[in-house]
């Protein structure tokens, strides 16, 4: 009897909702803002102006080759087929890295605002984070192994309700002001000032700024992993990478313009920005009510399910291609008929998760520490796999013609640039330390590759004996999905 196989089953928004939800936009925008306005001041939306550029030249490398190849895999194959199969693993190795802490970072994202929330809502103070965090493990993992379709469905539902709160408030602050409201600081008044640089603030720092916008898009690429569950993928997953690259960069201006004008642009409305350890709640609770601040909280709680959902679905499809090819334990390469989730490979993922989280709290780390300590890992080890796959993409396209070769060219430098600042000048004890857990996590994967018996043959014939659909034709001449490319149920 044959191995039950992974389900085509998802549409296009159900693909893009994958994507949307691992970046979690209503999450990135509750952390990620103050960073940028301690660079930039009151033109904190530039970084992000800039970072959704940056992120759009990386993305670019995705979307040609996830239009050519599709596989539960993503960069395993992506790479694997495009460059070489150990260039191919070690992509993947890297991928798996990150999404081995993803999931529990937006667990403990759950644990964060929902602490918050009940704080807001006048419910319990000082809540203790490891029950929430238990309890955002549990709902993940019920979710993930329902199939990939209530998955994706759930992922949709999270992301809609999060980002229509916010929009709330953005659409509050920009109608307050324009009425002739004081702003949190007292100014009063919309202004352009929010694109214009601050006097004497160099072109390094402006970059150095956009990385902390950079990261915010972490996940775009999420998707690829659905290419055995897309319906039609080589055109769905394609445009999934781009829209979510593209709501986000609309989305994350529009709310940084909301925030820096929110809190005010002089002296005094940006130090209000800079110090302030939640602004949409502030900013909420200034301008709409406290309600609004508590519903955000809420908001930012679903956020964080979504994105670890999301992370948990990326990780158990590496870990299945991996065992499929027998690259891993074959046991993990196993689908369940009736969900079609490869049910060991989510199992041992959320165990891994759970590991963490029990680590943290024998431990006695705060919670939010523990956030942004995995956070650190899994990007870094996220942008290594940007680099990765920018650079098969460049040599993929070069084959065809040198001009298609120079937007990953310049992704990969992006990508580059953004893995250097994040290193260098060298960051505070412990963050100086997570680099080299890094450089660990990929020697071993180079160590495995290199040293195990048979190892690379197995990769070799496993990407060559698995689905990994090629489109026989550029992608600029196709204009709809090959036969092949369907289900039998028609495409999306």
Not at 256 to 268: E, I, N, T, Y
Request: charged residues 10%; hydrophobic residues 55%; contains cysteine.
């Amino acid at each position: 009897m044959s191995q039950p196989l992974l389900h085509r089953e998802l549409r296009f928004l159900e693909t893009a909702a994958v994507s949307v939800g691992v970046m979690a936009p209503t999450l990135a925008m509750s952390v990620t803002g103050i960073a940028a306005a301690n660079e930039l001041g009151r033109a904190a939306p530039l970084a992000f102006v800039l970072a959704g550029l940056g992120v759009g030249l990386v993305a670019f490398g995705f979307v040609r080759l996830s239009a050519e190849f599709s596989h539960a895999g993503s960069v395993y194959a992506f790479v694997g087929k495009a460059l070489t199969p150990r260039m191919g693993f070690l992509a993947g190795w890297a991928l798996l890295g990150t999404y081995l802490v993803f999931p529990p970072v937006s667990i403990m994202g759950v644990a964060v605002f929902g602490r918050a929330f009940l704080h807001s809502a006048g419910l319990v103070n000082d809540a203790d984070w490891f029950p929430l965090a238990l309890a955002g493990w549990a709902v993940i993992w019920f979710l993930a192994a329902s199939g990939i379709r209530p998955t994706a469905r759930s992922l949709l539902a999270f992301e809609i309700v999060s980002v229509l709160l916010i929009i709330v408030l953005v659409l509050a602050i920009y109608l307050s002001l324009a009425g002739g409201a004081h702003n949190l600081a007292g100014g009063t008044g919309l202004t352009a000032s929010v694109f214009v640089l601050p006097h004497g603030t160099s072109v390094s720092t402006l970059a150095l700024a956009a990385t902390s916008g950079f990261l915010a898009f972490a996940g775009f690429e999420s998707a690829g992993s659905l290419g055995e569950e897309s319906l039609a993928p080589r055109r769905a997953i394609p445009r999934a990478i781009v829209t979510a690259v593209s709501f986000g960069a609309v989305f994350y201006v529009a709310c940084m313009v909301a925030q820096s004008l929110g809190f005010g642009v002089d002296a005094a409305g940006v130090a209000a920005f800079r110090g302030s350890e939640a602004p949409l709640g502030d900013l909420a609770q200034h301008y709409v009510g406290r309600g609004l601040a508590t519903l955000l909280d809420a908001g930012a709680v679903l956020s964080a399910i979504g994105a670890g959902l999301g992370g948990v679905t990326v990780a158990a499809r590496m870990l299945f291609a991996f065992g499929r090819d027998g690259v891993a334990p074959r046991r993990l390469g196993v689908v369940s008929r009736g969900t079609g989730v490869p049910t060991r490979a989510l199992t041992l993922e959320m165990l891994i998760g759970l590991a963490l989280l029990v680590g943290f709290r024998i431990a006695g780390t705060p919670a939010l520490s523990v956030f942004f300590y995995l956070a650190t890992l899994g990007v870094l080890s996220l942008l290594v796999m940007y680099i990765f796959t920018n650079v098969a993409a460049v040599h993929h396209l070069a084959r065809r013609s040198a001009r298609e070769a120079v937007l990953p060219i310049v992704g990969t430098g992006v990508a580059g640039f953004v893995l250097y600042h994040n290193v260098w000048p060298v960051p505070d004890v412990p963050y100086r330390y997570f680099p080299y857990g890094v450089l660990a996590w990929l020697a071993l994967g180079l160590l495995i590759s290199a040293a195990v018996p048979g190892f690379m043959a197995r990769v070799s014939s496993g990407l060559i004996a698995s689905p990994v659909r090629e489109r026989a034709t550029p992608l600029r001449r196709a204009s709809r999905p090959l036969a092949s490319d369907r289900s039998p149920a028609g495409g999306s």
